[in-house]
């Protein structure tokens, strides 16, 4: 009986094994495909074009969760290690290192994730071109056989890729009116659609945040402040043109002055020696295709000259702007620059297409309203103080922040004053001393305009300190600075997705409420003031008493010496 169950045991086991490899040998890998499309709004097509596949990493999905390893080839060699990690020598016989610096053990986790902070167009744009250049110096071959789409195709469909990620070139040969389309990735798990990418110069704008390093898609900034401003682009190809237009005009919203003279010009990191305009053409303000512009910077000519400009140079522009009262509250101030380009070589008369990009300006409201503790020490929201003055610095300044006055949708307001104001400069600042507000004011849309109230214009994030320079009257005057930090954060599309108020103060005194929203811009702080002390006075209960006492003596002495006389009378 033993030995019958043992060899059932045996045979069970058999047949898992062999169950096992069954699904191994029949299993099949998964697949899907890339359909490239006619986009919809050009006369790009993919008819006639030839496209070639290279896969760049695998991928095993889960649901919605999708795992990325390296692509390899046959001989287990990782064709785009080297664009990551390694080292390559170039068309011009340079000797480049990978995008996340030379690593003898890079991790592909590390890649995909250098990858996925590729979120902007130009960015990404500029990636898949260095991609195809790194395929190109390198020699790598694709396993995936290339894909012509026919004569009068709208689509073209590459068929039984294994899951992953790919890189996908326009391989046509450029001949007649043939324009080649820019570079394009996708991502296969099952069936991707991704649009003919014309080629369609990229632009970008960008400006440098408030710690004078990063370049973003926005920043908030003061009344007076300097801006700095960035615009780039990729020379693109353009062969087929026997003459090739190629400008950018930049429009400054009303608040933003150009600084004379702020204007730079720089290919590949290196500003160009513009001598007799031999790069570049710069125009003032002036009308153009889609209306007035600020400036205009002009390459139509010098772009077309090899010597000057080769495909894929990084062109930037940089300028700074000054932001002056007339800078718009409660929205992003936006700096938008558009680039224009001949986009068809067969045109008989001129085409031009269009990119545009932009870069946004915010600045902030701060509401700071005076309230009075009770005799508890307890904030008092319902107590608005008048009379109290303050005076505003950077953190760490022993200068004041200066100010001028406006009334704006009858609100007085103190602005932070431009350097070449004319108007009266404040440098104490003090609350309104009349008119108590009405109906609900703890909301987030509430901007001030009553008593106990100072309302400011023209804040950056940054952190401040608020002196009291006059106390209500009966109140204390605290002798500390009252500490304020504005905060925000900023989104991938150049949006205030948070902004916040923090403070503290030691000493008398005391913050309230503090807070900041990021749909209207507004900054606010509550700030209360201690009452005066009652202190002791003579003529109180102690005079009271003594007199009492006087009066019950002289009527005892009364008493006595009637006594006394009535009994000598006797």
């Given at each position: 009986m033993k030995a019958i169950k043992k060899s059932l045991a045996i045979l069970v086991c058999l047949c898992?094994?062999?169950?096992?490899?069954?699904?191994?040998?029949?299993?099949?890998?998964?697949?899907?495909?890339?359909?490239?499309?006619?986009?919809?709004?050009?006369?790009?097509?993919?008819?006639?074009?030839?496209?070639?596949?290279?896969?760049?990493?695998?991928?095993?999905?889960?649901?919605?969760?999708?795992?990325?390893?390296?692509?390899?080839?046959?001989?287990?060699?990782?064709?785009?290690?080297?664009?990551?990690?390694?080292?390559?020598?170039?068309?011009?016989?340079?000797?480049?290192?990978?995008?996340?610096?030379?690593?003898?053990?890079?991790?592909?986790?590390?890649?995909?994730e250098y990858v996925a902070k590729i979120t902007d167009s130009l960015s990404l744009s500029q990636f898949a071109e260095d991609l195809h250049k790194y395929i190109i110096d390198t020699g790598i071959e694709t396993e995936i056989p290339s894909v012509e789409a026919g004569d009068t195709a709208t689509s073209v469909n590459i068929p039984n890729l294994s899951y992953g990620y790919y890189l996908v070139y326009d391989a046509t040969t450029l001949e007649g009116g043939s324009v080649r389309s820019a570079v394009m990735l996708s991502t296969v798990n099952k069936d991707a659609v991704i649009t003919l990418k014309a080629?369609?110069?990229?632009?970008?704008?960008?400006?440098?945040?408030?710690?004078?390093?990063?370049?973003?898609?926005?920043?908030?900034?003061?009344?007076?402040?300097?801006?700095?401003?960035?615009?780039?682009?990729?020379?693109?190809?353009?062969?087929?043109?026997?003459?090739?237009?190629?400008?950018?005009?930049?429009?400054?919203?009303?608040?933003?002055?150009?600084?004379?003279?702020?204007?730079?010009?720089?290919?590949?990191?290196?500003?160009?020696?513009?001598?007799?305009?031999?790069?570049?053409?710069?125009?003032?303000?002036?009308?153009?295709?889609?209306?007035?512009?600020?400036?205009?910077?002009?390459?139509?000519?010098?772009?077309?000259?090899?010597?000057?400009?080769?495909?894929?140079?990084?062109?930037?522009?940089?300028?700074?702007?000054?932001?002056?009262?007339?800078?718009?509250?409660?929205?992003?101030?936006?700096?938008?620059?558009?680039?224009?380009?001949?986009?068809?070589?067969?045109?008989?008369?001129?085409?031009?297409?269009?990119?545009?990009?932009?870069?946004?300006?915010?600045?902030?409201?701060?509401?700071?309203?005076?309230?009075?503790?009770?005799?508890?020490?307890?904030?008092?929201?319902?107590?608005?103080?008048?009379g109290a003055k303050f005076k505003f610095y950077e953190k760490g300044s022993s200068e004041p922040i200066k100010f001028i006055l406006k009334n704006v949708d009858g609100i007085d307001r103190y602005f932070v004053a431009p350097a070449d104001t004319t108007e009266t400069i404040y440098t104490e600042i003090e609350v309104i001393s009349s008119g108590l507000p009405e109906g609900d004011i703890e909301n987030s849309t509430y901007l001030g305009g009553n008593m106990g109230d100072i309302t400011l214009f023209g804040l950056a994030e940054g952190e401040y300190e608020i002196e009291e320079t006059a106390a209500p009257d009966g109140y204390v005057l605290p002798e500390n600075r009252f500490s304020i930090k504005i905060e925000d954060v900023v989104d991938d599309y150049g949006n205030i997705s948070t902004l916040t108020v923090t403070g503290d103060h030691t000493g008398n005194g005391s913050l309230g409420n503090a807070g900041g929203n990021y749909r209207n811009l507004l900054t606010w702080v509550d700030i209360a003031n201690k009452p005066g002390a009652a202190l002791p006075e003579t003529g109180g209960i102690g005079t009271t008493i003594f007199t009492v006492l006087g009066i019950v003596l002289m009527a005892g002495a009364a008493a006595f010496f009637t006594s006394r006389k009535r009994s000598s009378v006797a």
């Open positions: 898992l094994v062999f169950s096992c490899m069954a699904m191994t040998v029949f299993a099949t890998e998964a697949t899907g495909s890339i359909t490239i499309q006619n986009p919809g709004n050009s006369a790009a097509t993919v008819a006639g074009k030839t496209f070639n596949v290279y896969k760049i990493f695998n991928a095993i999905t889960n649901g919605n969760n999708t795992s990325y390893s390296w692509h390899t080839h046959e001989n287990d060699e990782i064709p785009f290690y080297d664009f990551f990690y390694g080292e390559w020598t170039n068309s011009k016989n340079q000797t480049v290192t990978g995008v996340l610096g030379k690593q003898e053990n890079g991790n592909v986790q590390g890649a995909v080629n369609r110069p990229q632009i970008e704008k960008q400006v440098l945040e408030n710690d004078g390093e990063t370049w973003g898609k926005a920043t908030s900034v003061a009344i007076g402040d300097e801006v700095e401003f960035k615009i780039t682009t990729l020379v693109p190809s353009h062969t087929m043109y026997t003459e090739y237009s190629y400008y950018i005009e930049d429009v400054l919203p009303e608040g933003l002055e150009l600084k004379d003279g702020s204007i730079k010009v720089f290919k590949n990191d290196v500003e160009v020696d513009n001598t007799d305009n031999a790069y570049y053409t710069l125009s003032d303000a002036g009308e153009g295709l889609e209306g007035p512009y600020d400036f205009k910077v002009d390459f139509t000519g010098p772009i077309s000259d090899k010597n000057k400009f080769e495909v894929n140079d990084v062109i930037t522009i940089e300028y700074t702007a000054i932001v002056d009262e007339d800078i718009a509250p409660h929205v992003a101030n936006k700096n938008e620059a558009t680039l224009f380009y001949h986009n068809d070589p067969t045109a008989a008369t001129p085409t031009f297409g269009s990119s545009s990009a932009t870069a946004n300006v915010y600045t902030y409201m701060f509401v700071m309203t005076k309230f009075s503790e009770d005799a508890n020490g307890n904030f008092s929201n319902h107590t608005r103080l008048a």
